[in-house]
């Protein structure tokens, strides 16, 4: 009898064991089923119960993590990622939802190192290279990040990766300086995907830098389509427009932007520009003074850095392929601020404030020959011939073939008596190309 009472508590046992493990079991499916409809916090409570009855499941722990870094939780995630890679040393994807989640604490050098041995792992995992890729972009590893772009497209995911590596590929490349190179991934993206804003403006942003104007406000027009508040791509089309000419659709484009973001200072400073070569100088000096009086580094972005692709993969390299001028005391873009409101002046027939901005913007970059060139036109409308060749012989040391600096020298000599001197220069002003030179030569020099 006691054997068979013996008997009959092992079989009882095995039976609640087998309870027991389904039970963990409907609690784990249960969690599932819960991060599918994204119900983290009640899907934490179902694995939270299936670890108690089975502490021994790595997938337990592992899913458990995904629910903590779906809320956020990255230091607890990170706690159930290592005991899921405790109980499973070769689980690939503890490895790399782990790399994710200390990336979201930017702790970037751990979180290579769990990309690494996810993709040691699993080295045909297209989302560990893309992931491996933007913690290298992060980290400044351009070269590297690249490989790993192009490791992601040679697996050829899903468009949504593929997408993302043309376009993080493309990123890269723009801080490289590689700006043909970047404009053909964010075509290929764009092939892939071509509803995403940011894609047209940062193939825009590229196109600028290779002086293809033209292409570059078609790239912001489409932009535009998309997403009608972008105050950056108004601001970047603008700039387009003003190196082909067009001030007048420039203005509108600053005005839009400056709409949407009235603290955006570089399209105030390029609003100026464009109302003074408007020849509208009072409004262009008020533009020019917003900037020159605001007491902060201008506002250049709103959006920040994100390590995951699916939160905007690299923003944070737009920043080197920018044109904005960044507004600082301590660079010489401001020095160009005071050299337009100098200009802007010296049309207004400002005279005494346009000297007072040349000096400023010649004592921020002393090797800025057009500011040099500008004050000595503006001392010779004042009558000071001498000091006004001074400023005018300044800017032709800076740049030896500024052609329009050797006609202004050539006239004011003559107009001081020193014919030769001045027919010399009148010379080399037709020489370097400048036609207007041979008029007064032929008139003056024979």
Not at 279 to 302: C, F, G, Y
Not at 316 to 333: G, Y
Request: aromatic share 10%; proline share 2%.
């Amino acid at each position: 009898m006691k054997k068979l009472y013996v008997l009959a508590s092992l079989v009882l046992g095995l039976i609640f064991n087998t309870d027991a493990q389904q039970t963990a079991n409907e609690h784990f499916e249960a969690g599932v089923a819960k991060s599918k409809s994204n119900d983290f916090i009640g899907a934490l409570s179902s694995f939270s119960i299936a670890i108690s009855m089975n502490p021994d499941n790595p997938q337990s722990y592992f899913n458990r993590g995904l629910a903590k870094q779906a809320l956020k939780d990255n230091r607890g995630a990170i706690l159930d990622f290592d005991k899921a890679i405790d109980l499973s040393p070769r689980d690939a994807m503890a490895y790399l939802y782990r790399g994710l989640s200390k990336s979201y604490q930017d702790d970037n050098r751990a979180a290579l190192q769990d990309f690494n041995r996810a993709i040691e792992i699993s080295p045909d995992d297209a989302y560990a290279y893309l992931q491996r890729g933007t913690i290298r972009a992060k980290l400044n590893d351009l070269n590297k990040a690249i490989q790993d772009f192009t490791k992601v497209i040679e697996l050829n995911p899903g468009d949504k990766e593929k997408y993302q590596a043309f376009y993080s590929r493309g990123l890269c490349k723009s801080k490289l300086e590689d700006f043909n190179g970047s404009i053909a991934d964010y075509s290929k993206s764009i092939d892939i995907n071509p509803k995403r804003a940011k894609t047209f403006s940062e193939r825009g942003k590229n196109r600028i830098k290779v002086n293809d104007f033209a292409d570059a406000i078609v790239d912001f027009d489409e932009a535009l389509k998309l997403d009608s508040q972008d105050a950056e791509a108004y601001y970047f089309r603008a700039f387009a427009k003003s190196k082909i000419e067009d001030y007048n659709g420039a203005k509108f484009d600053y005005d839009k932007c400056l709409a949407l973001d009235a603290g955006y200072m570089a399209a105030y400073y390029g609003r100026g520009f464009s109302l003074s070569k408007l020849n509208n100088q009072k409004a262009a000096i008020s533009d020019l003074n917003k900037v020159l009086d605001q007491k902060e580094e201008s506002k250049m972005t709103k959006e920040s850095y994100s390590s995951t692709f699916t939160k905007g993969t690299l923003d944070n390299l737009r920043n080197a392929v920018d044109e904005k001028i960044k507004i600082s005391d301590f660079t010489n873009e401001k020095s160009e601020v005071y050299y337009t409101r100098g200009v802007a002046n010296y049309k207004a027939g400002n005279m005494k404030d346009a000297i007072i901005d040349l000096n400023k913007s010649i004592e921020v970059n002393p090797t800025y020959a057009e500011a040099h060139f500008i004050r000595g036109m503006v001392r010779s409308n004042l009558g000071l011939q001498k000091e006004a060749l001074l400023d005018i012989n300044n800017a032709i040391k800076i740049n030896a073939k500024y052609s329009a600096a050797y006609y202004v020298s050539g006239l004011i000599k003559n107009a001081i008596g020193d014919n030769n001197g001045g027919c010399f220069d009148l010379s080399k002003a037709g020489e370097l190309g400048y036609a207007p030179a041979y008029n007064v030569i032929k008139d003056y020099c024979n």
